[in-house]
């Protein structure tokens, strides 16, 4: 049975669809988010994420700055919703966009939203099998451990149910926020142009995460499933 490096070329040739798709994405939200910032709204990204909050009933979810540029999220245990401090502070459709999908997360989590608390459930094992994958995975191809690769295997699997589960939960999320800022008037629908595409740049990263997922565990079952024939 071979022996596989994570970076070899074999691998990188495999994973090279979601590879190339994930670097276009990030070209397009950085170029999204660049000319979005130069877009003035109406309200900050703090202003129109606690209008949507109130406006859902959850003024207890409470919006506190974070360091670093795109690390905007909602933190389901604490029901904190997190924007970094040029979102919080920025009076651009890049801030209001953003800060309006990260209200959608909570929204979501307040109206019990399922693709989401599947999704809170799988962050253990998925932040587990990331890690306990890749040593299993090695150690089972160096000693030819069949247990052990199917066991990494396994493990990996939790990862890629996450990133699958994930994508629902993101696409609502970026729904959820265009709606609401046309609805309450925080964003006009003839000047939705640079949200939206802020918002469908950042999908597509998840949609480029996931294939990358998929495409590694397939990676490691037609090397598990290639070396047993050899065995056998």
């Not at 974070?66 to 970094?84: A, I, N």
């Not at 939206?196 to 480029?208: D, I, K, P, Q």
Request: glycine share 8%; proline share 4%; charged share 10%.
């Amino acid at each position: 049975m071979g022996f596989p490096i994570y970076y070899n070329l074999q691998m990188l040739l495999f994973l090279s669809p979601a590879l190339i798709l994930a670097f276009i994405a990030q070209m397009w939200v950085q170029s999204a988010y660049a000319r979005g910032r130069q877009m003035a709204a109406s309200v900050s990204g703090f202003m129109a994420a606690r209008r949507l909050l109130d406006s859902a009933g959850l003024q207890q979810v409470e919006i506190e700055t974070v360091p670093g540029q795109l690390s905007d999220h909602y933190d389901p245990r604490g029901k904190v919703l997190r924007l970094s401090e040029e979102n919080y502070h920025g009076r651009s459709l890049a801030a209001v966009g953003i800060a309006a999908h990260e209200a959608g997360h909570a929204i979501q989590d307040a109206v019990g939203y399922l693709p989401l608390i599947i999704r809170n459930f799988a962050v253990p094992a998925a932040s587990f099998g990331s890690g306990a994958a890749m040593l299993l995975l090695l150690l089972g191809f160096l000693f030819q451990w069949t247990w052990m690769i199917g066991l990494g295997i396994v493990c990996f699997s939790a990862v890629v149910f996450f990133q699958v589960v994930n994508l629902p939960v993101e696409f609502n999320a970026s729904s959820r926020a265009k709606a609401l800022l046309v609805e309450y008037g925080i964003v006009h629908p003839q000047e939705m142009g640079p949200v939206n595409s802020v918002l469908n740049a950042a999908a597509l990263t998840y949609v480029a995460a996931t294939l990358q997922a998929i495409l590694q565990l397939l990676y490691f079952i037609m090397l598990f499933t290639g070396g047993r024939r050899e065995r056998s």
